[in-house]
């Protein structure tokens, strides 16, 4: 059992630091930071369905990309979402059994990895589009690490459906920046 509830504090404290005239800028994700905010949205909900195993509607189908405008209230409204799903996942039962998110089946424990790194990573997207910092610790990065590295049959990271090809990054360099590489993202990646 892991306390990701640094991860989601961090990420509502950067998504709160997000300006009208900054939704439209360009993420590490090629797609603006609205539709990461949507992500964000749609994915606390789903995988604190997926913490109290209420399979449904929010956990049997994949993530769609959104890109209309944002609920009013969103900044609040994600950061109770945030926090309610880093509630969720205090509770042993929440890290037992099998649950299901984006349409699959996964044991909770894998689950609850795959959450914290979806707020991890889209966390430090949002960050960088708008030029904030975003600075995880090293207990977070080892708890996504089994996350972000790719099989023993692709190293590269080639053939995943969550991540891209892993970007290389010098063995000296930051934990997290190994995280991101790893994840198939460019800690030097710049909007400029």
């Not at 990065?141 to 790719?150: M, Q, S």
Request: aromatic share 6%; with cysteine.
């Amino acid at each position: 059992m892991i306390d990701f509830a640094l991860t989601t504090e961090r990420t509502s404290a950067v998504v709160a630091a997000v300006t009208d005239d900054q939704l439209d800028a360009p993420t590490p994700m090629d797609q603006p930071v609205r539709v990461v905010i949507h992500h964000l949205l749609g994915l606390s909900t789903a995988f604190c369905d997926a913490a109290a195993k209420a399979t449904g509607p929010t956990t049997s189908t994949p993530p769609a990309p959104e890109e209309g405008p944002l609920p009013d209230g969103w900044r609040s409204d994600l950061e109770k979402r945030l926090h309610s799903l880093a509630e969720a996942w205090k509770f042993e039962d929440a890290w037992d059994g099998m649950t299901m998110a984006g349409g699959v089946d996964l044991p909770g424990e894998i689950c609850g990895l795959v959450a914290m790194d979806e707020v991890l990573l889209h966390g430090w997207d949002v960050a960088r589009a708008t030029e904030q910092p975003y600075l995880p610790t090293d207990a977070e990065c080892e708890a996504v690490l089994p996350i972000v590295t790719p099989d023993g049959q692709a190293p590269d990271g080639s053939g995943r459906e969550i991540f891209g090809n892993v970007v290389t990054v010098p063995e000296d360099a930051p934990f997290f920046d190994r995280v991101l590489g790893l994840a198939g993202r460019d800690p030097n990646w710049s909007a400029g």
